[in-house]
């Protein structure tokens, strides 16, 4: 398997794997994490500010597509990589810190999806904070990960535009599709 994608049932997540298969880019698995298993620490179904997707999840996608997918916790993520040898990961929206490990795993590198530019809005809930500091666009970074939490290497980055009256998860799903 060359490539695996990582994510949550967020709109950022589904954005990001219909933009994959609509450019010819099929993962060879999905991982999608279930944030209620028992080594998260959310008391709710998502995180704060991650917004289920509104249509279609990623896991419904990749059965659409005849795609392999599991969902699972970060020791589930750690069997998958461990047991599929991807070359490459693809990161949008997944909700918890992959360790050094891991990462090294993966020849070819992992790579995240992050809304905003970075490095500016590192960390959790980036889109929150820059609606809240009433910018006019929500910037968007592709990045190589490594130990250093949203300051790998910069491969690309952009900006969305806002549009009046567009809700958290419309902006989310921009994000993820510009990703």
């Not at 500010?49 to 597509?65: K, M």
């Not at 929500?138 to 190589?144: A, K, P």
Request: aromatic share 10%.
């Amino acid at each position: 398997m060359k490539l695996l994608f990582v994510g949550s049932q967020s709109a950022q997540s589904v954005a990001t794997f219909e933009a994959l298969v609509a450019q010819g880019v099929t993962p060879g698995m999905v991982f999608i994490h279930t944030p209620d298993m028992p080594e998260t620490d959310y008391p709710h179904p998502f995180p704060p500010l991650i917004t289920q997707a509104a249509r279609e999840g990623p896991l419904e996608l990749a059965a659409r597509h005849g795609l392999r997918a599991i969902a699972g916790g970060y020791r589930q993520l750690s069997q998958c990589v461990y047991a599929c040898c991807p070359e490459r990961v693809i990161v949008s929206c997944y909700p918890v810190r992959i360790g050094e490990t891991l990462l090294k795993r993966v020849p070819r590198g992992w790579f995240n999806i992050h809304p905003s530019r970075l490095p500016e809005y590192r960390g959790v809930a980036p889109i929150f904070w820059q609606l809240k500091d009433g910018l006019n666009a929500i910037g968007v970074t592709l990045y190589r990960m490594n130990s250093a939490y949203d300051l790998g290497p910069i491969v690309d980055r952009g900006a969305l535009r806002l549009d009046s009256y567009l809700s958290y998860s419309e902006i989310s799903h921009l994000a993820g599709r510009l990703g």
